[in-house]
């Protein structure tokens, strides 16, 4: 499914439409194209997380593979190609580990995602050792 002239805020919300309407499968779709319409690597933007974007589309229509893959990208640090600028570098491992704690608490805060809070390949991915931010 192409975005079909949506605009990019539309293909965000469409698969929480045809979700809640009992549409699974046309649910599905609008993810992909929403997924495509998403800026990769996938950044989101820690003070305004995403309650009702791609990751957590993923992860409430059970879509964990592709949900992992953005965590990955979520936490991953940004890619700066400069090797003389050691700062840089540790702002990148920062970001990381930054990501890491905001992901781990929004999965603690968000009850769509309770059955994600025991997963073994999310809890390794985010590194959850932290008893605070143990879901």
């Known amino acids: 499914m192409d975005l079909l ?12 439409i045809n979700w809640h309407s ?12 929403a997924l495509q319409a998403v800026d990769r690597p996938y950044r989101p933007f820690p003070l305004r997380f995403p309650w009702d974007g791609v990751l957590a589309a993923s992860l409430v229509m059970g879509q964990k593979e592709t949900a992992l893959e953005l965590m990955r990208e979520a936490i991953a640090p940004p890619n700066f190609n400069e090797e003389n600028y050691a700062w ?15 992901l781990a608490s929004w999965l603690k805060l968000d ?4 059955i994600w809070r025991d997963d ?14 143990n879901p």
């Open 5 to 16: 002239g949506l605009t990019r805020n539309d293909a965000l919300i469409n698969p929480w």
């Open 22 to 33: 009992g549409q699974a499968e046309i649910a599905l779709e609008s993810l992909e194209a």
């Open 88 to 102: 840089v570098l540790q702002a990148g491992e920062a970001y990381g580990s930054n990501m890491r704690h905001t």
């Open 111 to 114: 009850p769509r995602l309770e």
């Open 120 to 133: 073994p390949d999310v809890l390794s991915l985010l590194e959850i050792n932290d008893p605070s931010l």
